[in-house]
């Protein structure tokens, strides 16, 4: 049994370094095809920017995934909330702060509105969704004419457009290292205290020594170009707050719980229900995250702004490990699934390959990525 | 028929077949003679259904060594279909008919006879009727199998392999989900093929029934071998010492406590349907349980046993109306949330769906009734580590650390998992749904012995089962249960097999099944 359970660790270990390793793969083909366009400190910047909004709306619909759920809505949703925003500064005269609160609101209305659905009118979360998938399109169509947005707040604008300056830049990083090491070191100490075997001295060492090589060496990196973007901080926000959500709270037990078998979290006394409409919430309320930093770094509210959104978000949490059949998958998963996805994205749009391509390159490196899950899956049981 | 009975038809010699890191048999031996009924058994885990999958072609030749001989020739199976060809049909637990299909369709799944290049829909009426009536079940040929019971379509399968002209019948647990009636119409089935010179192994838990049914009985434990025996010269003790491999005088460890209080009431329970708002599953059921005490609930399948408790821990869609009351208070109970909330904790029946998290650790198993109530927001890893250490102790869960997956616990301590999330609940009434089903013997005493230490500790017990030298040997009362209401309620020394099947099945006359056992060896 120790021997099985040690083998399916190091399965998993796997699954997320097959997946760093797809990427590593990806980007240096692409570096190639692109002829050296690729990997540059201004390139990279922009990918970092536009994996953002992906990376928010997949860890929304990491949650309805997890309770064994789906969202479809959240592409649809995004640009709704983006053409909310725009409208509401335009014509209503609200400020940056207002607009973005404003579609905070009615995000998570809609979210939970579309969860009610499912979890209390027991109407499939595929239907509800495709309908929301629908119908937000046609809502944004009917509220902007299907003319662009424009969107002029500077104040606004800069959440998608701005950077932090290098030497904040330096401090933020210095922080995040020292929240990961005292994190590490206070795990250590719990495991002591409750008589658990300490971690080897090469795996803390080696803890620490990522704890401070990835936020420098990130840092150092974009602040050769323009300092660390704006939506990319917002996204690292969103993924620490709701890793912490879904590991370190009654709630994120649950929807694991639910996703992992929902009798067995009803007869232990879980709302399941309540719960299962909440997930909805969340990744309505990470929609309209994510559609403010989208209008604010494209400056406008488009009619087609997040087509095929809830596409990548759904590919980027299953590529980060999420399960479609539930209770299983990590938040922080979410960012090698977007920046996988937006890799493709981005390099092919350097290649200048017409975007039909994206479409199929996608296509294939998610299906190939769900295939290595079911591998997994296979081989662990 | 010209075959000698005490000629093998079936041959499985030094079979022996290795898991990554397990090995599952180790040089068995098995053979069967024409016109026997060959009765398997041993613990879970003792090789059984990875014999059975040998045989029926599901591992494949290679996958393992040693030899299979059929009819005095040697085999080698690529599949399920060559095993099906040399005469081999397996009947499972759980049921592999298609459901939306008919029930002449299901026997004729992917042999249909061609006419023409078309199904000739005629003939497989006529044959697939032919079919059922061999087997003695009055069923038309044209229903479809999802309108059937279990049991009945448990019936179209055998019919099913016999249409195949199977020479060597596996049954697996055949009889887990079938009502004494429908065991009966299937043992019956059983001897007739006998008369047949049909070969049947019968693998079965219920070691009553290998008594009542078989010829002979071999033995597994732990992968391997351990001897065949003609069942008339074994009793039951002994075959139970094969199994288990030493003396077994503790399964029952029953002890009598000072009774105390009356904690947990119900007062005329009723539950309706869901679908069907007018039908009473459970109709106008009152009992109570005391401090100190087992309450066992006996009954057949789909007497409402279950219903009646999931029905008033507010679980099922239904209406339900009637009064809980515990400790003098009437509680109000909508859902689980309530239920958990006044301190009852269900161990429901199907354990792997319902009681346990499979894919989460035993770590967030243990803790997940009590999350609220321990951490409100956010939870404390090292708090909870401690909680669930402590049930892992004293619970004696085997693991190699609380951080281990659920499923891949054994059926026995998956359930003292489900145990341990109520009593850190401290549930003041633990409900347990055939608690000890599909647990190894040995590890039944121990899910015993705990149900004992719960009573001692103050948490009223009640305990489901269709067992029912559990129900005798574990209840101090025990309450019988038939088509939704209470037939009976009285003391264990009041009650025996005979009384409870007689009310279980609302007889006076001689009831359908009756176990030859003395009940004195279960005390």
Same mark, same amino acid.
């Given at each position: ?234 996204? *690292? !926000?969103? +993924? &620490?707050?709701?890793? $912490?959500? %879904? ?6 037990? =649950?929807?694991?719980?639910? #996703? ?25 309320? *990470? !929609?309209? +995250? &994510?559609?403010?930093? $989208?209008? %604010? ?6 009619? =087609?702004?997040?087509?095929? #959104? ?72 | ?523």
């Amino acid at each position: 049994m120790t021997k099985e359970k040690q083998k399916r660790r190091n399965l998993n270990q796997m699954r997320s370094f097959t997946m760093i390793l797809v990427f590593i793969v990806l980007a240096f083909f692409l570096h190639i095809l692109t002829k050296g366009l690729f990997i540059t400190e201004r390139n990279m910047s922009n990918l970092v920017r536009q994996m953002a909004t992906t990376s928010i709306l997949a860890a929304g619909v990491f949650f309805p995934i997890v309770t064994k759920n789906i969202d479809m809505s959240v592409g649809s949703m995004m640009g709704l909330l983006g053409g909310i925003c725009a409208l509401s500064q335009l014509k209503w005269g609200l400020g940056a702060a207002g607009s973005v609160l404003l579609v905070l609101v009615i995000g998570i209305l809609l979210g939970t509105f579309q969860g009610a659905l499912i979890a209390y009118a027991e109407i499939p979360a595929f239907i509800v969704t495709l309908g929301g998938y629908l119908a937000w399109r046609g809502v944004l169509y009917l509220i902007t004419g299907s003319k662009a947005v424009a969107v002029t707040n500077e104040v606004f604008t800069n959440i998608g457009r701005a950077n932090l300056t290098p030497a904040a830049g330096w401090i933020l990083a210095a922080i995040v290292s020292a929240v990961f090491i005292l994190s590490a070191f206070y795990k250590q100490k719990a495991r002591k205290r409750n008589g658990l075997k300490p971690m080897p001295q090469w795996k803390v060492i080696a803890t620490i020594a990522v704890s401070l090589v990835v936020p420098f060496g990130v840092t150092w990196y974009l602040n050769l170009y323009e300092g660390l973007p704006f939506p990319f901080l917002i996204m *690292l !926000a969103v +993924v &620490a707050i709701f890793t $912490l959500v %879904a590991e370190k709270t009654t709630y994120g037990r =649950s929807v694991y719980a639910i #996703g992992g078998s929902i009798e067995a979290a009803r007869y232990s006394g879980i709302p399941a229900r309540r719960n299962v409409m909440f997930a909805f919430s969340i990744s309505g309320g *990470l !929609a309209a +995250v &994510a559609s403010v930093v $989208l209008t %604010a770094r494209i400056n406008s509210a488009t009619p =087609s702004a997040g087509v095929m #959104g809830e596409m990548d978000a759904i590919a980027a949490a299953v590529i980060g490990g999420a399960s479609l059949s539930g209770g299983v998958g990590k938040v922080p998963g979410v960012i090698i699934g977007a920046l996988i996805m937006s890799s493709i994205d981005n390099g092919m749009s350097l290649m200048n390959v017409d975007s039909s391509w994206q479409y199929v390159i996608k296509g294939i490196v998610l299906v190939g990525a769900v295939f290595i899950d079911v591998i997994g899956n296979k081989k662990s049981s | 028929m010209g075959e000698s009975r005490e000629k093998n038809i079936l041959e499985m010699n030094h079979i022996t077949k290795t898991f990554p890191g397990v090995r599952a048999l180790s040089d068995v031996c098995l053979e069967v003679r024409y016109g026997e009924v060959h009765a398997v058994c041993g613990e879970n885990g003792a090789g059984k259904s990875t014999l059975i999958k040998i045989l029926s072609g599901i591992y494949p030749r290679g996958s393992f060594d040693g030899e299979l001989i059929v009819e005095g020739v040697k085999k080698q199976f690529s599949n399920v279909r060559d095993s099906e060809d040399a005469g081999i049909a397996t009947i499972y637990q759980e049921i592999e008919l298609i459901q939306e299909l008919s029930v002449a369709e299901n026997i004729f799944l992917g042999r249909q006879p061609n006419k023409y290049c078309v199904i000739d829909w005629m003939k497989v009426r006529a044959e697939a009727q032919k079919a059922l009536e061999e087997v003695g079940i009055d069923i038309d040929a044209m229903t479809k199998v999802r309108e059937l019971g279990v049991g009945q379509q448990q019936l179209v399968e055998i019919a099913k392999a016999l249409q195949q002209n199977a020479r060597v019948l596996v049954l697996d647990e055949p009889t887990a989900s079938l009502s004494e009636g429908e065991v009966d119409i299937l043992f019956r089935i059983v001897r007739r093929l006998r008369k047949r010179n049909v070969a049947c192994i019968y693998i079965s838990h219920r070691l009553d029934e290998v008594f009542e049914l078989a010829d002979r009985v071999s033995v597994l434990r732990d992968g391997q071998y351990i001897g065949t025996k003609d069942v008339s010269c074994i009793t039951k003790d002994e075959l139970i010492q094969m199994m288990v491999g030493r003396e077994l005088k503790t399964l029952f460890p029953k002890e009598v406590f000072q009774k105390g209080s009356p904690g947990f009431e119900v007062r005329h329970l009723t539950v309706y349907d869901g679908a069907d708002k007018s039908r009473k599953i459970v109709d106008d059921v009152s009992f109570q349980a005391s401090y100190g005490e087992i309450l066992g609930i006996a009954g057949l399948v789909g007497a409402g046993r279950t219903e009646m408790i999931q029905g008033l821990i507010g679980a099922l869609p239904g209406k339900v109306t009637g009064e809980v009351i515990i400790d003098g208070e009437r509680v109000k109970i909508h859902s689980p949330i309530d239920a958990v909330r006044y301190g009852i904790g269900y161990v429901p029946e199907d354990r792997k769906g319902a009681g346990a998290v499979l894919g989460m650790s035993v770590r967030e198993n243990i803790t997940l009734a009590s999350l609220k109530k321990i951490f409100r927001t956010f939870i404390n890893g090292s708090r909870e580590t401690s909680e669930a250490d402590k049930y892992v102790s004293y619970l004696q869960i085997k693991t190699p650390s609380i951080e281990q997956k659920v499923e891949n616990l054994s059926g026995g301590n998956q359930q003292k998992v489900v145990i341990g999330k109520w009593l850190l609940t401290d549930s003041r009434v633990l409900i347990l749904d055939e608690p000890s089903r599909g647990i190894d013997i040995a590890v039944k005493a121990e899910i015993y012995k705990i149900m004992n230490e719960l009573v001692k500790k103050g948490v009223i017990v009640i305990m489901i089962s269709s067992e029912l030298p559990e129900i005798l040997g574990m209840s101090d009362r025990i309450i019988v249960m038939r088509e939704g209401r209470i037939a009976v309620c009285a003391g264990r020394d009041e009650m025996n097999q005979e009384i409870i099947m007689k009310y279980a099945t609302g007889s006076a006359e001689e009831p359908a099944y009756t176990p030859q056992e003395d009940r004195s060896e279960h005390k």
